[in-house]
């Protein structure tokens, strides 16, 4: 049965574009603030990374998950708009994306158990100047897995075993995921407060 959870998170972080732009291209750090994620490596293929995570399932069995993604970054400048009414972008949109396209590899021979699956990651992060130490962060994130549903579930038609199943992964990642901004955020609000105020420096 294909399950598929999404989230989605924004985040303001006080510095300018370049360095938070560089910061969140560096995905080994930010999947390091995922405590489901044991292990992220690269592959063979150009920018092609191997993400290793770990979950339970309701009876608290490890579940293995593996997604091979691919990591491209784009950049573009658009015009100003001569009738904006957003607050946030009152000039020039210097946006940047960081994109995450999931790559369909299958392991070579059996899986190692019944417990470990290939599944699908995708995500965007978008990335823009609102000021000059000031930078807007919108993610969004895609995850598909085909599960086999436990025996004691069969009971229940695949629809509503479906629809429960999606709702609990969404909600489980979207907790991580603000979890996971929470932590970067102090951790950059760190970094920018000890480069400008050295010994003084503290978290907000």
Avoid at 139 to 145: A, D, F, L, R, S
Avoid at 179 to 193: A, G, H, Q, T
């Amino acid at each position: 049965m294909i399950i598929v959870g999404r989230a989605h998170g924004q985040v303001v972080l006080a510095s300018d574009l370049d360095t938070v732009f560089q910061y969140f291209a560096d995905h080994k750090k930010i999947l390091g603030f995922n405590p489901l994620c044991k292990g992220v490596a690269e592959t063979e293929f150009p920018d092609v990374y191997r993400w290793d995570f770990e979950i339970s399932d309701p009876h608290a069995h490890p579940i293995q998950l593996i997604f091979y993604v691919k990591q491209s970054l784009q950049e573009q400048v658009e015009p100003q708009s001569e009738t904006s009414t957003d607050d946030i972008i009152s000039h020039r949109e210097f946006i940047r994306r960081i994109l995450w396209s999931e790559i369909p590899i299958e392991l070579e021979g059996e899986p190692p158990n019944d417990h470990t699956f290939v599944g699908l990651a995708s995500g965007q992060m978008l990335l823009k100047k609102i000021a000059e130490r000031s930078t807007f962060v919108d993610v969004n994130m895609q995850v598909t897995v085909d599960f086999q549903v436990p025996i004691l579930l069969r009971v229940f038609p695949e629809p509503i075993i479906k629809v429960m199943a999606e709702v609990a992964m969404s909600a489980g990642m979207q907790a991580v995921s603000n979890k996971m901004l929470e932590n970067i955020s102090r951790d950059f609000n760190f970094s920018v407060l000890q480069a400008e105020h050295a010994s003084a420096a503290k978290l907000n």
